[in-house]
């Protein structure tokens, strides 16, 4: 399957989820912005892989990132973004979402495990992201970064250059 047909609408990925519940296999969610991908983000998705049978990755759209990190971003577009994941070896699907949190598309995927950075705790997930999770039953994961590797740090370095 070529990378773009692995980019899913939100209706072709709650068929797809149901294909894979059939088939007993385990899905595993993680989100984010994904702008810049470097070291941390593949070590975060390669660890995340692990915790299932296939690994979606919900990706903000360009408008949410604006709302999330402020006007100067995304610096790559979200069909870029969500291309690149779904290049990696470690991400079988991603879904573009156009909100700020992704509690309507949680609710309706219904995974089994959800992997968030570990810089969050339960209490700090976003209060329909954590609901939307509990209610599915959902297992929990908070991946620990690698230290050192962060777009925030690496925006940080090209402006110093």
Not at 20 to 49: I, K, P
Not at 107 to 129: M, N, R, S
């Amino acid at each position: 399957m070529r990378p773009e047909e692995r980019i899913l609408t939100l209706e072709q990925a709650v068929t797809e989820r149901a294909k894979l519940r059939a088939a007993g296999r385990r899905l595993v969610v993680t989100n984010g912005c994904f702008d810049l991908l470097h070291r941390g983000h593949a070590a975060y998705l390669a660890a995340a892989r692990e915790q299932g049978d296939e690994l979606w990755v919900l990706v903000n759209s360009d408008a949410s990132v604006r709302q999330l990190k402020g006007p100067q971003r995304p610096l790559v577009d979200e069909y870029s973004r969500a291309l690149l994941l779904v290049s990696l070896r470690a991400v079988d699907r991603a879904l573009i979402f156009d909100a700020p949190r992704c509690d309507r598309e949680l609710a309706a995927l219904q995974p089994d495990c959800y992997i968030k950075g570990g810089d969050y705790t339960l209490e700090q997930l976003d209060p329909g992201e954590r609901a939307a999770l509990l209610a599915a039953g959902t297992r929990i994961v908070f991946q620990p970064f690698v230290d050192g590797f962060s777009t925030t740090r690496l925006l940080e370095k090209i402006r110093r250059s």
